[in-house]
């Protein structure tokens, strides 16, 4: 009779400090700058709340598993390093964020129960997808629906020029620090770029 | 976004609600013009 291998699940560790991590988001606000929210690249689109933990949920079967599950892609995804987030679709908000709670921890970053940002910055995704930095935004274009993105000057000049819809243009320091306000957080002051 | 294999499950308890970090304390401005060499 073979040997039942042990689950996986059982290398576990307990701890009682969060775990800060890398992460980027998308941005919708009001007109105003009177309601700004994060809200995730991927998955449910739904916000993420302002002053109370970030809650992971999962609808993957089996139904009511326990979140994140090890072998699920559900959960808060964060990464060790900012570089892979180059990879993400449209960021406008960089940042760290801190997970706690249940946290399956992996390769290159982690899935956690509970999150909450720490520090943010705007982000140009066109700098951040060719040099690895959020870049210096100048305007945010609001486009319909609320939808934010984010622009660096010489970028901002170039979506003009070859007709991006940019909306509502907004000054950027403002829709930076309505977003820091909300959340109550800090600037991230510096990305060191990586390849 | 690809965060690899998992590796190992982490139960992280806080006491609290993680706060924010704090910005560092900006550095002392000396109150007082140096004094004028000579």
């Known amino acids: ?195 | 976004m690809d965060i690899g294999a998992p590796l190992r499950i982490i139960e992280i308890e806080p006491v609290s609600l993680p706060l924010p970090e704090t910005l560092p304390e900006p550095e002392r401005i000396p109150d007082t013009e140096p004094a004028e060499p000579g």
């Open chain 1, 1 to 195: 009779m073979g040997t039942i291998p042990a689950p996986l699940e059982t290398f576990s560790a307990s701890a009682t400090d969060p775990i800060l991590a890398w992460r980027t988001w998308t941005l919708a606000g009001s007109r105003d700058l009177g309601e700004v929210r994060l809200l995730p690249i991927a998955g449910d689109g739904k916000p993420w709340p302002v002053r109370d933990p970030a809650r992971a949920a999962c609808r993957r079967p089996p139904r009511h598993h326990i979140v994140p599950g090890f072998g699920c892609r559900c959960g808060l995804h964060a990464t060790r390093a900012p570089a892979p987030l180059r990879r993400t679709r449209d960021p406008a908000v960089l940042g760290t964020v801190a997970l706690w709670g249940r946290v399956v921890e992996h390769e290159h970053g982690y899935r956690g129960e509970f999150g909450y940002p720490q520090r943010l910055r705007l982000a140009c995704y066109l700098c951040f997808w060719q040099w690895g930095v959020p870049g210096a935004c100048e305007v945010v274009a609001r486009r319909f629906g609320g939808r934010m993105v984010p622009l660096c000057g010489p970028h901002s000049e170039l979506s003009l020029r070859y007709g991006f819809r940019v909306g509502r243009l907004l000054p950027a320091h403002h829709v930076e620090q309505a977003l820091l306000s909300t959340y109550a957080v800090d600037v991230l002051r510096s990305v060191v770029p990586q390849r």
